[in-house]
T-cell receptor, first 109, second 117 residues
Framework: GQNIDQPTEMTATEGAIVQINCTYQ??????LFWYQQHAGEAPTFLSY??LDGLEEKGRFSSFLSRSKGYSYLLLKELQMKDSASYLC??????????WGAGTKLIIKP | GAVVSQHPSWVICKSGTSVKIECRSL??????MFWYRQFPKQSLMLMAT?????????EQGVEKDKFLINHASLTLSTLTVTSAHPEDSSFYIC?????????????FGPGTRLTVL
């Protein structure tokens, strides 16, 4: 079966750095996405990785290792508004998005 | 950037009634749209893929006679929950594929919270 694993919840301090990991087992791979979802709202796109390596976008970076079936989202200089759920999604060989359950990130002052 | 709207943003209805949710791509055309459902504290679950001009493709376990999808134009897809029951109460989200810079992604509507009494 297809499976995406990410931690259920993480806590970090304002101004710090946090890394959210995602491991996947899917039938084929056509890209990995990270989304941010605030409570009661729809997800918003953060990043897309299809090749191995690090993609940096301001305070957010995403890393992919296809051989290990592994990705992480790195958030720097954490702000209170970063408190949200972070969803990892993989597009499989049928171009379907397989979603992780999301990681709830709690930022403390 | 691309914008997807949904209407209504929330709806409360009585058990047994039908509810229609609209999903519109505001500044781009979408031959394909996706409908998701999300229960509290759970992941997004793809319900169906809406195709303009043809029948929707439903995921396993989703009743196509209960969740009617119509993709009437390149900017509008509708989801009708027929004979809604309390267990249908959920957050329904639509999305349309697009581009964010060099990356293809999905643009999500703001979601519709359905509560069936």
């Amino acid at each position: 079966g297809q499976n995406i694993d990410q931690p259920t919840e993480m806590t970090a301090t304002e101004g710090a750095i946090v890394q959210i990991n995602c491991t996947y087992q899917t039938s084929g791979f056509n890209g990995l996405f990270w989304y941010q979802q605030h409570a009661g709202e729809a997800p918003t796109f953060l990043s897309y990785n299809v090749l191995d390596g690090l993609e940096e976008k301001g305070r957010f970076s995403s890393f992919l290792s296809r051989s290990k079936g592994y990705s992480y989202l790195l958030l720097k200089e954490l702000q209170m508004k970063d408190s949200a759920s972070y969803l990892c999604a993989v597009r499989d060989s049928n171009y379907q998005l397989i979603w992780g359950a999301g990681t709830k990130l709690i930022i403390k002052p | 950037g691309a914008v997807v709207s949904q209407h209504p943003s929330w709806v409360i209805c009585k058990s047994g009634t039908s509810v229609k949710i609209e999903c519109r791509s505001l500044d781009f055309q979408a031959t394909t749209m996706f409908w998701y459902r999300q229960f509290p504290k759970q992941s997004l679950m793809l319900m169906a893929t809406s195709n303009e001009g043809s029948k929707a493709t439903y995921e396993q376990g989703v009743e196509k006679d209960k969740f009617l999808i119509n993709h009437a134009s390149l900017t509008l897809s509708t989801l009708t929950v027929t004979s809604a029951h309390p267990e249908d109460s959920s957050f329904y989200i639509c999305s349309a594929p697009g581009l964010a810079g060099d990356s293809d992604t999905q643009y999500f509507g703001p979601g519709t919270r359905l509560t069936v009494l």
